[in-house]
Each structure stands twice: as C-alpha cells, then as structure tokens.
C-alpha cells in the first residue's frame, strides 16, 4: 500500500510540470499586454521598456518560464503587475471564500444528490424516480450562470427570502451553495441510482435476502455500503471541478474568491495573478484525483488486497 | 442520511424566519454600487494606483476643483496666479483644513505631498513631472517652479491622481497606506476597504472645506456611504430593484429601460466624457487617398444613430472632443458631418464608379474594405448601422469582432482599414495620444503621420505659456486634424446612473464634470 501510494505521489511530479508549461505558455500566446493597462495617456516608450524590465517581461518566453517555475517551487508566485502586491496574499485572501463555498456545494450535492439517489433507486420505475431523473437530468443541463440569475429572481426579487449578492453572513451563501451544488447534486444522485441498481442484483444480496433480512434494510446497510464507491470518486474528482465552476457563479453573485480574481486579473491581462489562480484551479483536480484514487483505495478491499 | 436531511430542513427553516425579521437599512446611510469599470481597484492610494474609483474622490480633497463646463475653480486653494511666462505658480491655501489623522494641511504639506510622485515608484509621476520644486513663501502660501510652461497643470491638479495625501502617514504606512489606512482631507473617511467586495466610508465631522461648486461646503449630509463592487450589469440591477443597494453609480444603455419601468427608480444623467468614432487607416488604400476618406466619414449619419441605436439619449458628435472642451470649438467647415451628396461626388471624382450591386468599382475592383469592432453588443450593434451606412454610398464593408482585450493588439499590426471604438477622456491633450506620429498602430489606430499636424501638435503639447495659448494651439491642431479626415466621429454618451426616489434626494443640480465630491456634499438619504 505505502509503496503505492510512493508511486501515485511521484507520478504527480510530470503532471505539475505538464500543467505549469501549459498553464504559463498559453497565457503568452493569447493577445494582449498587461503594459497597456500600466501606461497612462502621455507615457513615452522609454518608460514602457522600463517597466517591461521591472517585471521581466522583456526577457525570452523559456527564460520567463524557468524564472516563475523556480519561484513557484519556492513558495513565490510573484507580485502582481496590476494590483501591485504579492499574489499569494491575493490568493490568501480569495481562496478561503471559494473553498467555503465550494466545499458547502459539495456538502449539498453529497447530502441531497445520495439522498435522491437512493429514494429513486428504490422506488425504480415508479413516478418518484421517473420525476428525480427528470430532475436530475434538468439539473445537470442548466449553466450555472443562467441558474443563478434564476434563483436571484425567484428567492431574492419575487420571494425577498435572500440577498441578491454580496458576501455578508450566511444568507448570503444560500443561493451560490445551490447554484453550483444543483448540477453536482444531479451527477450524485445518477450515480448513486445506477450504482444501487447495479448492486442490488449482485449474489450477496440474494443472500441476505435469503437470509431473511428486511429489504430496506439490505438496501440501506449493505447495498448502499457497496454503491457508495464510484459516489466518493465522482464526488473526489468534482473537488477541482467544483472550484472551477465557482467562477462565473462567484462573478453572478459579486462575491470575493478565487473565480472573481482570476476573472478581474484576465480582462486586466494581470499575467502572474492569472497564472496562481490557473494553478491553483489545476492543483484542485490533481490533488482531487489523488484523494478519489486513495479513498477508492481503502474503501474497496479487492483493491486493496491487490496492492498489498 | 435520513437525520442529516431533516437537519438541513429545520436549519433552512430557522433561518429563513431570521431573514423575514432582517431590517432595513437605518437612516442617514446609503449604498452605492461602483460603476462595473471601476470594479476591482486595487488601492487607495493616489500616487501609487493606475487605477482609482469614485470612492477616493471622497478621502481626497484636491488644490482645484472643476464645473461642469470644466472652468476651474477653488478648492484646498483659495486662489492661484500663473506667471507672465508660465514659469512658476503661486497657490493660496485655505486655512484652517486637516487632514483625517489631525495633521494640518499647509504649505508644508503640499510641498511634500508633490515631492512624493518624485520619490515614490509608479506610473504617475508626469501628473508633476513639470513641477521642477516647491517654494513655502508663507504657512499657506506655495510657489511652484516649473521646468516648462505647463498649461494643463490646474487640470492636473484637479484630477483624483492629485488629490493630496497627508505625507507623513504616507511615509510611515508605505505599501500599506491605502489599502488598510488612508489619510486625506476629504469629506468622508475609511472605516474598511475590502478589495473588489466594499469600502465602507464614514462622515468627515470637521469638513467645512469642500468644492466651490457645491451648495453644502461640509460636513455632508449622509453618515456612512458603503461602495459595494457588483461585476454584474444584471446583478447590481437587480440589487437596486429589491433595495439592497440604493445607487448605480453606472447603468448599460441596455438596462435602461428596465430601470425605467420601475416606479421607485429614476435615471440621472450628466455630461458624458467619452466619444466614439471611426478611425480610418490613412496608409491603407483606398483610404490613402483623402477624398476617400472624407467620403466614408461623410457617410456617417450621426443623428440617425444617436436615435436609433442609443434612443435619442446622449449627443451626436462632430469633432474628435466632447463638446465642454473648449477645444471642440473649431470652425463650422471643419466639423465632420453627415453629407452624402458630398460623399457620392468626392467618390466618382476618385474614380469609384456606382456598380449594379450597389458597390462602387474602379479599375474592375469593388470598393471592399473591412471594418473592426469589439464583442461588447452595443458595439456590435453600432457598428452593423454603420456598415448600412456606408453601403448607402456605395462603399462595402465587412465586419470583423474582436475580443475587447485582444483588439489593440490587432490595431498594433496596422492592418485595419476602418474600425469603431470610443475613448473616455476630457483634456484636448487626447488628439496628441490618437494621432502622435510615434504611436501609430495603438493607440494612433489610423496610423496618422502628418508633418503639418506635428507641427501643431509639438506647439499644442509643450509650446503654450498659458491657458488662453494652449487651448488655441490645441483648437488649431484638432481643427487641422480633422480636415484631413483620419477619422470620422460618431457619437457623444452620457454617463448614466440609478437611483432609488424613495431613499435618496438630489441635489438640484449638480455643477461639476463627474458624480463626486459636490454631489456627494449635497446628496441627502430620506427619512
């Protein structure tokens, strides 16, 4: 098992620096000069090749990449061009308010989506599944953007039950959770379902049905036990996307975070802000996939006895 | 599952009894949304930012403030007197002023508050570059030296990039000052600033000092202002709709009419300072040769897109200038308006014959050119009329958008022929940034190089002792400009804001360029 996992960890290491050179050169491919938001209206040439100096963009792309590798490796992301401070105090500032929100998503796509699963999964073909599934399937179509101004007009304009945006107090985090936790919540219950469904035909449950056990209780006990694996993968895998998906929603709702920066940094062409933010966002999926290969891992004993 | 389900549902429903009994905003504060290009400013701190919103020109007082016919008047100055030849400066300053921290504003402190954009790393030092030192003739009087005449320096020094910073705070709190603590002279002091979310602004109880413009000169009348920063159009609408915010500070041409179906909100307009336009490539054929040019600018029917794409509301535009700056006052032959008999003759004169498809030809080529816009919609949508209106004489033009980072970009290839964008400016200096001969490509997007026009433009920009002088040599260079048609102008918007009727009252009128410090002195929150 710790030889394993040695590995999984060491196979991180290309992924990073595939995800960095491609993080860091599309960024330099993509038209535009964080300069030209820096110069004012009268500003020569000679203070434009100055300030490029001072922050080392007059130097060659490869040059520019082993510079912002090696300081990022260091802990330093830079100073923002734009904003004028350093990024990780940018980052620190933001990442708590994303992770609030995106871990409440999760929290309720886990809760409701499991929930919804197994309500249809045992009620299979009557109307309770048939409408979740439509449900479901409705959820996981909508774009978050659009569902966000849905909600504002239904509980904030129509209903005044939450503030429109913003970021004070908890009421303020009600209608972001459930626009970013909805389509999650579809893909769990789905999942939970087919993977109930699945399960339930398995030997081991014509055993305990056998064996005389109430069926609920098989279903809930030993059945949903089984079914839950691929859930805490998909839902491991959803970390990363999670926090992408707060983007626009954090943009809809005017909160602070991670998505508002990286969106404010991009029109601004605020190169090293966009370039933490990028990696960060890229950091949640690998490290969100290390973790589902990890719980599936312990949770799952033929996996585990193959590594062992 | 099944317990933590039931849980979540008794939580929501408390909650939501908590949120029935939230109240209303208590009285005697407001809540402003920051117009959506201001969202985001990183700092407070005027020499330092290349950026700064509405919220500064509250911490900072200026020496000069401006009407809204941009004639100057004072403010922490109580009078000023140019020397004969432009050379130096004396400045009388008000007595009795300080700054938040308690500090007196004097003498003293002006003339540390300018050594600072000498000494302090940043991109705003030409605001006093042509400021060569500071005399302290006597507690409340300064005499600036110049290093050259520099006309434009009250305009200088009533911009926000100029509003005075108390400096030894300054000193003590470096990158912090700004951003967790600023020190001005203005009516309203910092109580938080929450970058990108809020700032939140307390009354200035000792403020008797503000603009001469404004009806109130202090302390003003509403207790707490709290910016809140809204990215969203559509969201800060929606904000103002169910009360949570009380004022748009900027309101799309689209939101409009959203704003206006609401029986407790109004619209308020003032002067815009922006112009929009179509360069035109003078390098590119067929638009080297000018009677091409003056035909296409010709084509341009203001008054028709003034109605049609903005609803009446705003100005047509007829020079390169907003029309408050005294600059825009060229002679009448020089004004570039629609008139497409002239625009049909100069075209057959250059040999562009009418073809059966409505496309002029010559030689066996059709009059084809291309024509860049931006993806904003209003852009979008401008520039379709505009391409309409060019077919109307004969001339195709085919759009291509770009996104609206990446187009100043493309103008630096010098590829264009014909474009529309706008600029947001309201000095005369902005002809020298359009058509300098050395920034062609972008920002001189039609790639005007005219020896004549630079020329005028050395005289506009460093040759003027004073005002008077400036503003004919800037008059004289617009004027010539534009005879030689390297653009064609289009339209002058207003800045649109909205309001809550019910929670705030305005003044009746508001004399200055911008919603700022006189409207903020004599804006008052109902009962």
Redesign the interface.
């Given at each position: 098992m710790l030889s394993w996992l040695v590995k999984r960890l060491l196979m991180l290491v290309p992924v990073f620096l595939a995800v960095s050179v491609v993080i860091f050169s599309i960024l330099h491919f993509?038209?535009?000069?964080p300069i030209?938001?820096?110069?004012?209206?009268?500003?020569s040439?000679e203070?434009r090749a100055e300030?490029e100096a001072r922050y080392g963009l007059d130097k060659p792309l490869p040059v520019q990449y082993g510079i912002w590798l090696g300081n990022v490796l260091t802990g330093d992301l830079g100073t923002?061009i734009?904003?004028?401070?350093p990024v990780a105090d940018?980052i620190a500032?933001a990442l708590p308010h994303s992770l609030r929100l995106g871990g409440l998503a999760l929290l309720f796509s886990t809760?409701?989506g499991?929930?919804l699963g197994?309500v249809a999964a045992l009620l299979r073909d009557r109307w309770p599944d048939r409408a979740i599934m439509g449900g479901v399937l409705l959820g996981s179509t909508m774009p978050s953007f659009w569902l966000g101004?849905i909600l504002?007009?239904i509980f904030?304009?129509s209903l005044?039950?939450?503030?429109?945006?913003?970021?004070r107090g908890?009421?303020s985090l009600?209608l972001p959770v459930l626009t970013i936790g909805l389509g999650g919540t579809a893909l769990v219950a789905r999942i939970t379902r087919v993977s109930m469904i699945e399960a339930s035909g398995r030997d081991f449950v014509m055993l305990l049905h056998a064996k005389g056990l109430s069926p609920l209780r098989i279903q809930l006990r030993h059945v949903l036990r089984h079914a839950l694996i691929p859930v805490v993968t998909i839902l491991a895998l959803r970390i990363g996307w999670i926090l992408g998906g707060a983007v626009t929603v954090e943009?809809?709702?005017?909160r602070?975070g991670l998505g508002?920066?990286l969106?404010?940094s991009?029109?601004?062409?605020d190169y090293p802000v966009v370039q933490a933010c990028l990696l960060m966002l890229a950091m949640a999926v690998i490290l969100g996939t290390l973790l589902g290969d990890i719980l599936q891992a312990l949770m799952d004993p033929r996996v585990r006895a193959a590594l062992s | 599952?099944?317990v933590?389900?039931r849980k979540?549902v008794l939580a929501a429903s408390v909650?939501?009894a908590?949120?029935?009994s939230?109240q209303a905003l208590a009285a005697q504060e407001a809540v402003f949304a920051m117009s959506t290009n201001e969202?985001?400013a990183?700092?407070y701190n005027p020499i330092?930012a290349?950026?700064l919103n509405t919220a500064t020109g509250l911490l900072f007082d200026r020496l000069v403030s401006q009407a809204a016919d941009l004639s100057y008047h004072p403010w922490l100055a109580e009078s000023w007197e140019e020397a004969p030849d432009g050379m130096s400066w004396t400045f009388k300053l008000k007595q009795g002023v300080t700054f938040h921290n308690g500090e007196p504003f004097n003498a003293e402190t002006v003339k540390a508050w300018l050594e600072l954009f000498k000494t302090t790393e940043g991109?705003?030092a030409?605001m006093a570059e042509a400021i060569a030192s500071v005399e302290v003739l006597d507690d409340h009087t300064v005499k600036f030296v110049m290093s050259r005449p520099e006309p434009n320096l009250l305009y200088n020094l009533s911009s926000t990039f100029m509003g005075v910073v108390e400096p030894k705070s300054f000193a003590a709190l470096g990158?912090n000052y700004g951003?967790t603590e600023v020190y001005g002279t203005g009516p309203y002091k910092l109580e938080s600033f929450?970058?990108?979310?809020?700032t939140v602004l307390v009354r200035n109880e000792d403020y008797t000092w503000g603009p001469e413009m404004a009806k109130n000169h202090g302390p003003a009348k509403v207790e707490r202002l709290t910016f809140?920063?809204?990215?969203?159009d559509?969201?800060?609408f929606?904000?103002l709709?169910?009360g949570?915010v009380d004022f748009l500070l900027s309101v799309p041409a689209d939101l409009m009419g959203e704003v206006q179906k609401e029986a407790n909100l109004a619209v308020l307009t003032m002067a815009g300072q922006d112009v929009w336009y179509m360069p035109i490539n003078v390098t590119k054929a067929p638009f080297d040769d000018i009677r091409v040019r003056e035909a296409a600018a010709k084509a341009i029917n203001q008054e028709e897109i003034l109605a049609a794409v903005f609803g009446g509301v705003g100005a047509v535009a007829d020079t390169f200038l907003i029309s408050a700056l005294p600059e825009s006052h060229v002679s009448d032959g020089a004004k570039i308006k629609y008139d497409p008999a002239r625009a049909n003759a100069l075209l057959d004169e250059a040999g562009w014959v009418m073809g059966a498809n409505g496309v002029r030809e010559k030689d066996g080529q059709p009059l084809k050119v291309s024509l860049w816009t931006q993806s904003d919609s209003i852009f979008r949508r401008l520039t379709e009329v505009v391409q309409a209106q060019l077919k109307a004489v004969g001339i195709e033009a085919e759009i291509t958008t770009f996104d609206s980072?990446?187009i100043?970009?493309?103008y630096k290839t010098g590829e264009q022929q014909l474009a529309v964008r706008s600029y947001n400016?309201d000095n005369a200096?902005?002809v020298?940034?359009f058509f300098g001969a050395?920034r062609l490509g972008?920002?001189n997007v039609s790639m005007f190089n005219d020896p004549k026009a630079e020329e005028l433009r050395a005289a506009a920009m460093t040759g003027s002792k004073n005002m008077e002088e400036r503003i004919a040599n800037f008059t004289a260079y617009h004027e010539y400009v534009l005879t030689q048609f390297p653009m064609a102008p289009i339209y002058q918007p207003v800045q649109a804001m909205a309001y809550n009727k019910d929670r705030i009252a305005l003044p009746e009128k508001i004399d200055a360029p911008s919603f700022g410090a006189a409207a903020f002195l004599d804006l008052e929150v109902k009962e």
């Open positions: 993509i038209p535009g000069d030209d938001n820096l110069l004012k209206i009268g500003s040439p203070a300030v923002a734009v904003a004028r401070r940018l500032q809760v409701v499991v929930t197994v101004l504002i007009l904030s304009v005044g039950w939450f503030p429109v945006s913003g970021a908890w009421e009600v943009v809809v709702f005017a602070p508002t920066l969106i404010k991009l029109s601004q062409h | 599952m099944t933590s389900f979540s909650s939501l908590a949120l029935l939230a969202v985001g990183p700092t330092k290349t950026m991109e705003n030409y990158d951003v929450s970058i990108g979310q809020e809140r920063e809204i990215p969203e559509s969201t800060a929606l904000e709709k169910t949570g980072s990446t100043r970009d493309q400016w200096d902005i020298d940034w050395d972008y920002p």
